[in-house]
């Protein structure tokens, strides 16, 4: 079994900067790919990006790709989403995930989820 937390959402201007954090309790964290999506409302919950158990390797959905990274600690059971250049378009719900199988930028082959947070950019 697998907690997730995220944290670290907020309000912020167009063209700004935020860091998600999603800290995880379990003893198996460093063995899961680790996902982030999100959901504005009356929207479909959307990938955003998703990197290997070990960092190696990461993924990005076309509409972050050269604005969001993402990175994790697995000594302190923490993946990180940092988005930088943020848009209106990118307010949403944020969640992080743990990826069990199948395709990445599909929410039904995530496992475990965290509860969200809040993601406003304000133009």
């Known amino acids: 079994q697998v907690q997730l937390v995220e944290s670290g959402g907020g309000l912020v201007q167009a063209g700004g900067s935020l860091r998600l954090s999603c800290a995880a309790s379990?003893?198996?964290?460093?063995?899961?790919?680790m996902g982030w999506f999100r959901q504005a409302p009356g929207k479909e919950r959307e990938f955003v990006a998703i990197?290997?158990?070990?960092?190696?390797?990461?993924y990005f959905a076309d509409s972050v790709k050269g604005r969001f990274t993402i990175s994790r600690d697995n000594t302190k059971n923490t993946v990180y989403l940092q988005m930088n250049s943020l848009k209106p378009e990118d307010t949403a719900v944020y969640y992080c995930?743990?990826?069990?199988?199948?395709?990445?930028?599909?929410?039904?082959?995530?496992?475990?989820w965290g509860q969200g947070t809040q993601v406003t950019v304000s133009s």
């Open positions: 990197i290997s158990w070990s960092g190696d390797s990461t």
């Open positions: 379990g003893r198996t964290f460093s063995s899961y790919n």
């Open positions: 995930a743990a990826f069990d199988s199948g395709s990445y930028y599909c929410p039904f082959s995530y496992e475990y």
